[in-house]
């Protein structure tokens, strides 16, 4: 008796996931429109917007249906992009990977006339845009830069510049950057080159840099970075002072720890930006479109720079800001701290080859 | 002494296996999204996650597919040992040692040429490639925890049975399966469990157009991961140890009542 029980709840049981998993799987077939809804694929960033946004989208659009995923880089993201037959319809790629991809003619073009709110991002893009200034085929959805957070209560220099990573005096309580162009970087700026060398002897001189800088290095690192500076504090000896983050994880921690400042080094630093692209394979390209004119509009992108700790690219959305978040220099900086701020651009494999060596090199040292 | 050396030993064992994760649930009740300063007692990571669809969606997929496909691989898989079973050695020699090879074989192979595989046939990927990949790789460890649980039963059972007037599906039902009964359980609860922790395989089956919840945390990894993280993986430890306890609960109990029914 009791084994004929058991098996029956078995029986119902898989029937009824059977039947209601079958609307999930609407969204596995892209385009196929069951009662005149289209779906749209969108590939986003892990935690990268507002969970409120795509349920106000469909609200207003009922004939269209987002459906999201994530990928954890650009590379990945590139991966699922151009492999034959994806069903991916928007993406939202970094500056380089977008100049990548208008390479290989995988992006389609925008019609900015029909689009709406356009006009907020336009002055935005022709100023830092300059792989794409007239958004024929990204929208700029978030940016940020790449500067030193510190703790100002061991930090006491009137001006911070990146030569303040090399400084003798703060030895063990400088935190690096765990990633090959962020670093490099750092070290081809001190030595007054350019983020995109593609010069031999100069990326192997800031190679050496980085290797001379070591001992005095507390942790290279990444997320983990955010933990230990928002545990900085003067008071514990041989604390860390000083790490090099991007804007928006400097946001988060600068809540954390209110003895933290951001800056922008005078020398320059690197500025990325996330845009929103339709690729050339989709076939829903109208409703795509409309999905990213909706994100531009001055209160979504507002929604989504709250969430996200990232600028947006629209002054008109900052008014729907909290003023907290305003004040914060990470996400608010001053435009003419920009002006020194450069793109990283897409290297050729063999100039890649050389960062990897240098770095090689850093690393075993 | 050496008692004092024994109880040190287990209690480092265990302090190391459930520190971590006294950790998560702890920071599951932070304020702040920091994993690393106190800031206060709090729920909002709870409240956030029960208003959050995309994770909803995400554990959605996760349950689904882990219930359906170890579900399809434990009958397909205590199938293929009761066939196996009447096969001539050195046939079921060669058929385990194919067995073996999907579960030797590293996750990102399997992911690969399950997307090729795909890709060649045409077939859009979404929900149901996932869910057919995950069966595909469930079905060995089902074979292989019910495998010893057939060798251990006396053959002779089942003849007995047929030679009592029992047809051959009868004696399948009520006289293999009980026996091996606790096999296909444990089979059905590791096909389980592979699939729900799966990352590798699921991410090159989908390919950005469905997603399950350990695609969706790594993904996170470009931003940080979020404290609602925490929360769940809190909520799903507390219901996985609850779970361990009422089949200890009951596995305990049981042998009485076994006794008694085999009299």
Known sequence: MKKTISVLLAITLTICILVSCSPASGSGNSTAASGGQVTVNFLNWGDYIDPTVIPLFEEENPDVKINMTTAPSNEEMYVSASTEGTQI????????????????????????????????????????????????????????????????????????????????????????????????????????????????AEISAAGSLLVDQKPLVLAYGTDDLRMTMSSSDAAIPNSAAMAVMYAGDAVYTMQDNDKLEYVIPQEGANIFVDALCILETSDVKEEAQRFIDFMMRPDIAALNAEYTGYSTPEDAALEYIDEEILQNYAFNPDKEDLVNCEYYEHLDQEVLKLYEAAWMQVKMA | MARFFKQFYLAIILIFMYLPIGALILFSFNESKSMATWTGFSTHWYEQLF????????????????LLSALIATVIGTFAVIGMDSLRKKTKGV????????????????????????????????????????????????????????RQMDRSTYEAALDMGAKPSEAVRKVVFPQIMPGIVTGFILAFTMSFDDFMISFFTTQGTTQNLSIYIYSMARVGINPMINALSAIMFVVVIVLLIVVNVRSTKKPKRTLQREY
């Open chain 1, 89 to 200: 319809d928007v993406v939202l790629p970094s500056e380089y990977m977008i100049q990548r991809m208008m390479q290989e003619n995988m992006l389609a073009e925008l019609d900015t006339s029909s689009m709406e709110n356009y006009q907020y991002v336009k002055e935005f893009a022709q100023a830092n845009c300059g792989y794409d200034p007239n958004c024929t085929y990204s929208m700029p959805y978030s940016w940020g830069t790449f500067g030193i957070i510190y703790n100002t209560e061991i930090v006491t220099e009137e001006e911070i510049g990146w030569d303040i990573l090399f400084d003798e005096k703060y030895k063990g309580q400088i935190l690096m950057y765990d990633s090959i162009r962020d670093s490099l970087g750092v070290a081809l700026i001190e030595l007054g080159y350019s983020l995109n060398s593609r010069d031999e």
């Open chain 2, 95 to 150: 058929v385990l040692n194919l067995t073996y090879v999907p579960m030797v074989n590293a996750d990102i192979v399997m992911g690969i040429s399950l997307l090729l595989l795909f890709i060649f046939l045409n077939i859009p990927r979404g929900y149901w490639t996932m869910l057919l990949a995950h069966i595909t790789f469930n079905i060995p460890y089902v074979i292989f925890s019910v495998l010893p649980k057939m």
């Open chain 2, 51 to 66: 208003h959050d669809p995309i994770i909803a969606e995400a554990l959605w997929v996760t349950i689904s597919v882990a």
